[in-house]
């Protein structure tokens, strides 16, 4: 139940000064992210519940990558308009947020007592949701379901003809596609036997949301590293047509960042938008604008996608969670040149 213009009873008695704060910075709030609309729209609805005076929220699609980009650019100049930075391109943030620049506000939020440890990414930057990365697939045209990368190279092994240049991945040359990709082979090297079966017959795409809407077309037949986020909702409204499933021998799980811009011009409605969405209120919203919530106490419902439900299906053991850390330029080379070598010309 969401309480008017209140913190939870375990915040420090000060907080009520972030609140009444918030109360005179205009009832704005900008994030740049690379969240689509639906995933953004219970959150917004129950924070605004919440929060009755923040009446304007503005929240663009980006690119992974492009989050930081602009607010970078703006930055050189003096001034931007960002509150709130949001993004899973793990490898983007750990580049945003070098030491030393001061490229996020210092702000430790009350809810990391109530938080899994992994909540924390990097300083100042906190887990949004858990995007998993799934194999997608038009059961029209697969009609035997894969159930990890090795069950998918075997179906595809059946009927190579059929699957040429029919298979769909992320971009290794983005931060987003590069990570999902790496962090997969380093946890699993021996997947590398079957993505040298796929990736000669498997084309590149920058966004997850072309790749759903490719499959579900059947310019595709099946990809995989495809993120949960953009794919439930093609999952529900499909009619059977388009279906995923976690990977037995390894699902990547990518958290979504969030931080706070260093010189945010809403700073306490920033705050307060942090910590509703890292509390059980927001991750329920979470949840239901269809990401995945990582609070123990956020139950699985139908609809709601929850990090146990991953664990569930395919045992934490095949669990990947995706680390926010600064890989060499050298060992990124190394991987693309490795993967783009395979993928079909």
Known sequence: MIVEGAAPDYYPAEYSQVIEASKGEGGELTIYSNTDQENWAPIFRDFQKKYPWVKKISANNLDSDEVFQRVLAEQATGRSPADILVSNAAQAWAEYNVEGQNRLMPYASPELGKLPEFATLIPNVYTMSI????????????????????????????????????????DVK??????????????????????????????????????????????????FFISGAPAYPVVRNSGGLFKVTFLDDGTVALPRGIGIAPQAPHPNTAKLFTDFVLSAEGQRAVAEGGLTSYRDDVAQAEGLHTYQEIIDAVGEQNVILVKYQLVPDAKIQEFVNRWNGLLAR
């Not at 035997?144 to 240049?165: H, R, W």
């Open 131 to 170: 995007d998993p990365m799934t194999i997608a697939y038009n059961t029209s045209l697969v009609p035997e379901a894969p159930t990890g990368m090795a069950s998918l190279a075997e179906i595809v092994a059946k009927d190579p003809q059929k699957f040429d240049n029919k298979i769909t991945t992320r």
């Open 174 to 223: 983005g931060a987003f596609g590069f990570t999902v990709s790496n962090t997969y082979t380093q946890a699993r090297p021996d997947g590398w036997a079957s993505l040298e079966k796929l990736l000669p017959l498997a084309r590149p795409e920058t966004s997850s949301g072309t790749q759903t809407e490719k499959i579900l077309a059947g310019e595709y037949l099946v990809g």
